[in-house]
């Protein structure tokens, strides 16, 4: 009997207070979970952004220095400033054809192998996720190369990109000709800070986007580039 007694009077763990302990139990769970997932995502977030700059730090080293070290620009052919409104980017395609010329000087002229030439061309190829990858087709007789024909990709996530090369606006002439007949004052330039154009600048416009957006009615692109670069050479008379 006094057993039967201690079992009565010992307190037990109602069901009110199971439900209680359960319910604080997922919330902590609940939150503890959002807090994981959250930084795992936000991580995630980083990485996708660094690759964004490292496509775009690969696009300016390649391009920048071939453009640079070219002679002529090739493909896209000069246009009026005017129209370069109505271009349209592309997401496929070839973009861009840049050749140089060097003298091997170990040739004696006029042997045709005393002129060595070099054709680069930059084209986009679609990838799976609905971005595009910029390849960068070499073909050389320049001395000194491991190889003379080869291909390589330069860097991916690029939405659309746009490469243009303008004319320079045409010289006007001065109507009075009191300058003595100096050409230098009779003829009048544009100044560069208002022209800003001419053949040997390689115009170029790109959006960048991360690997994980196949969205590509999305407003804005994480990074938009809009930039020229300078081909060697006089540049109109003035270097930038």
Same mark, same amino acid.
């Given at each position: 009997?006094?057993?039967?007694?201690?079992?009565?009077?010992?307190?037990?763990?109602? @069901?009110?207070?199971?439900?209680?302990?359960?319910?604080?139990?997922?919330? @902590?769970?609940?939150?503890?979970?959002?807090?994981?997932?959250?930084?795992? *995502?936000?991580?995630?977030?980083?990485?996708?952004?660094?690759?964004?700059?490292?496509?775009?730090?690969?696009?300016?080293? =390649?391009?920048?220095? #071939?453009?640079?070290?070219?002679?002529?620009?090739?493909?896209? *052919? *000069?246009?009026?400033?005017?129209?370069?409104?109505? @271009?349209?980017?592309?997401?496929?395609?070839?973009?861009?054809?840049?050749?140089?010329?060097?003298?091997? @000087?170990?040739?004696? +002229?006029?042997?045709?192998?005393?002129?060595?030439?070099?054709?680069?061309?930059?084209?986009?190829?679609?990838?799976?996720?609905?971005?595009?990858?910029? =390849?960068?087709?070499?073909?050389?007789?320049? +001395?000194?190369? +491991?190889?003379? #024909?080869?291909?390589?990709?330069?860097? #991916? &996530?690029?939405? #659309?990109?746009?490469v243009f090369v303008t004319n320079r606006k045409p010289v006007t002439l001065e109507k009075s000709l009191s300058s003595g007949g100096n050409l230098s004052k009779i003829m009048n330039y544009e100044p560069y800070e208002?022209?800003?154009? &001419? +053949?040997?600048?390689?115009?170029? =416009?790109?959006?960048?986007?991360?690997?994980?957006?196949?969205?590509?009615?999305? *407003?804005?692109?994480?990074?938009?580039?809009?930039?020229?670069?300078?081909?060697? &050479?006089?540049?109109?008379?003035?270097?930038?």
């Amino acid at each position: 009997m006094n057993m039967i007694f201690r079992l009565k009077n010992k307190k037990a763990i109602t @069901l009110a207070e199971v439900i209680i302990v359960a319910g604080l139990f997922v919330i @902590l769970m609940t939150a503890a979970y959002k807090l994981f997932f959250g930084e795992v *995502k936000t991580i995630k977030t980083a990485l996708e952004h660094i690759g964004i700059n490292e496509s775009a730090r690969k696009f300016f080293a =390649y391009m920048g220095n #071939d453009v640079r070290n070219s002679n002529w620009v090739d493909f896209p *052919k *000069k246009l009026n400033r005017q129209v370069t409104t109505k @271009l349209q980017p592309i997401s496929e395609g070839k973009i861009c054809v840049l050749r140089r010329q060097v003298l091997d @000087l170990e040739v004696a +002229p006029p042997s045709p192998e005393f002129l060595r030439e070099e054709v680069v061309t930059y084209f986009l190829k679609k990838a799976e996720d609905g971005t595009s990858d910029l =390849y960068r087709h070499v073909k050389s007789d320049l +001395p000194n190369q +491991p190889s003379k #024909d080869y291909e390589k990709k330069i860097c #991916d &996530g690029i939405m #659309d990109m746009m490469v243009f090369v303008t004319n320079r606006k045409p010289v006007t002439l001065e109507k009075s000709l009191s300058s003595g007949g100096n050409l230098s004052k009779i003829m009048n330039y544009e100044p560069y800070e208002l022209d800003g154009t &001419g +053949p040997y600048l390689v115009h170029v =416009y790109a959006s960048f986007v991360r690997k994980t957006n196949k969205d590509k009615s999305a *407003k804005t692109a994480p990074i938009k580039l809009n930039t020229c670069f300078a081909v060697r &050479g006089k540049l109109n008379g003035i270097h930038p």
